[in-house]
Each structure stands twice: as structure tokens, then as C-alpha cells.
């Protein structure tokens, strides 16, 4: 079979929810990706922020290898070696005393939304059940997670919507104090936007969130799923504001290309949560728990984030010397470490077909942003080849 007749069975018997370009992937080795023809890609996409180890890694196939072997699932009626584990060393590196293992992003932030109601519904003396959510934000394609996304294009034509929600502005600390209310149970928010453009937020709407929960009696929740486990250069990205939520949620980088989602919890919402309110039966599966355990051992070795940085402040360093350099066609370059996003006056549909025309594959964040997520292993000589190869896109066009 051939790329064109590939492409035409997927046309003809998958759900087009996707619009691809002509490209059938087959394989990967380090950052670079291969086609059926051979061609070879380097990839700043890592299949949407998940493949930070890039493709192959020997430890994670190992890992794959030995779990497969001795157990690939039994269900949450029993315990299981690897999702203990993994438990222990996620709320050993981070905020939380509790975990819920689930299989994916838009899973680990729904359970993070019932969490959040039984929370509030059941430890007041009134019940507190309505959420506010960003203007903007992205998490997710279930009911949940798209009642409390903040861009009308995810909701067109799938209404009605989960009630409840109250939608303020990102990085306005004055617009949640407006909605917070006795009603009010959480705040919802991604510490750097990334669907929705690559914005970060400002120290002071964090550290201002992290305040108004605290004496308003409401949870404050982090969606880390894209820019958690060191896409920002630090393990999670809420290090860099000093300010630490009651929940937070990851999926992708974790389970090094198998499918894992983990909303992790403060002892207090897990007084809430009692056995049979939630549950999934693939979470945890001892496959992806066990490279899991894999991933985030290569993540948190000494040296590994320290290099994240370092390259990472190479890249945009010379992102922003080109947007200076071609001041009529670039306008900004925001992000933390590697999740970097190009905002550009053409749309970046043309910039991203003129990439993969040189072999290099890269995202779009909204119509006017391009977004570079690499592995995380990328080393400087591909960020800088991307910076040269871009700016050949831009003397050419
Ligand atoms: C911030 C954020 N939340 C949630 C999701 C949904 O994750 P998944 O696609 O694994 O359901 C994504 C996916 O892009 C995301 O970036």
C-alpha cells in the first residue's frame, strides 16, 4: 500500500473530525520522524506535547516490554504494582497527597470537576457547585471539559452545555472577583494557555487566584496537561510563579505515548471523594503506569530540566532577535521553555505547509500562532536549525 491509498481508506472509513495534510507517518527514531516514502521529518510537534523523549527511548521500551509481559490489565477491582508506585512519587514531587488515574487529558479534567462539586456540595453548609472558568482557555473534548472552555468555536452546535459556569477574563484577577460567589466552588485555569495562543500567565493573576480562593473557601485548579512535566523547563510550570493549586491535572508527556491521565488532589477534596464516586476502568493500567514511572524518572533526573532551560533560553532568544528581523511579518514570540508560539500576520496554516515542505513539522496554536513544541530532548543544533529554516520561510515570502 501507498500514502495516497492510505490516505483515501482513512477517507473513507474514519469519522472526519480531522483535517490532515498528505503525510502517513510510519515510524520515528530520536526527534525525527519517517513517512512511507522514506522521507525523514524533524518534529517540533512531539504528537501534541506527549512525546517529550522523543521516539524510541530504550528505557520506555524496556518498560513497555517487561509490564506487557508480566500484566497488562486487570481493572481497579485489584492493586497493582506500577500505579502505587507512580502514585507515591507524583505526590512525593509535587503539592498533592492524593492521585486518580484515568486515560487521557479531557478525562483527568472531568474527574477534576466532580472532584471539585462534591467538594463544595458536600462540605458547606449550602451547597457550592458553579465553576469560573478563562476566556480563551482549552481543556478538553468531553461535555465537561467543553462546558468549561472558553472559546465558543468548541461549544457551536453542542449545546446545551454543563451549567454552572461563569467565564472570566485570563490574567484579570478583577473579572473572577466579580463572579466569585457563595455559589462558587473552583477556579479554573491553565498556568500558560496553550491551545488558546500560548499565553502565560502573569505572576500576579496566579499569585492574586492562589489569594481570592483562600478566602472565598474555593479550590483553585491547574491544568497541566500540555505544559506540565517540564514543557515549561520546570517540573511542573506553577514552580515558576511560586504559587501551588488544591488540584491539578496531567495526561500527555506522562505516559511517554501511551495513553494516561492523573488528576492529582489535596488531602481535603479527597475527604470528599468516598469509594464508587468515580471511576475508570483502563486508569491505571499497569503499561502506562509503568513507563510512567519510567518517563518521570528520566524528567526528574539531576541535569535534565537545567538543560530544558538552557536550550529552551537559546531558542527564544534567537526567536526574538527574527521577530526583530522581520518586523512586518512576525509580531511576538511567547511561551515558557519548550512550548513556544511564533505569533505571525500571515496566517500560520502557510507558515506550517512551508515548514513541512523542508521536512520540519510544526503546530498552530489559533489561526495567527505557530507553535513549537519539541521534544524535550531536542538538542540546541535543532533549535537552531528551525530558527534558520524559518527565517529562510520569511526572506522567501
Ligand atoms: C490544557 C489541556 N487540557 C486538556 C486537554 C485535553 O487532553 P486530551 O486530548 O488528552 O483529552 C488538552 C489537549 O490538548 C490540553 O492542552
Known sequence: MRTADIIALEQQYILQTYSRPDLVLERGNGVYLFDMDGNRYLDFVSGLAVNALGYGDYDVLKAIEGQAAKLMHVSNLYH?????????????????????????????WEASLKFCRKWGN????????????MNNSFHGRTYGSISTTGQPKYHKGFEPLLPGIDFADFNNLA????????????VLVEPVQAEGGVYPATPEFLAGLRRLCDERGMLLVFD?????????GSLWAHQQYGVEPDIMT???ALGGGLPIGVALLRQKVADAIKPGDHAATFGANPVSCAVALTVFDKLTAPGFMAGVKERSDHFH??????????PEQLKEVRGRGLIVGVVTEKPAAEYIAAFRQRNILVASAGPNVVRFLPPLVTEQSHLDEVVDIFDEILRQS
Open 80 to 108: 497493582t504494582v506500577p500505579s502505587a508506585r507512580l502514585a507515591q512519587k507524583l505526590v512525593e514531587h509535587s503539592f498533592a497527597d492524593r492521585v486518580f488515574f484515568c486515560n487521557s487529558g479531557t478525562e483527568a
Open 122 to 133: 458536600t462540605t458547606f453548609e449550602k451547597p457550592k457547585y458553579r465553576f469560573i472558568a
Open 175 to 186: 473579572s473572577v472577583e466579580k463572579l466569585a460567589g457563595d455559589e462558587t466552588c473552583a
Open 224 to 232: 497541566e496537561i500540555q505544559v506540565g512535566l517540564g514543557r515549561t
Open 250 to 252: 496531567l495526561a500527555k
Open 317 to 326: 532568544a534567537r526567536l526574538h532577535k527574527l521577530v526583530q528581523r522581520w
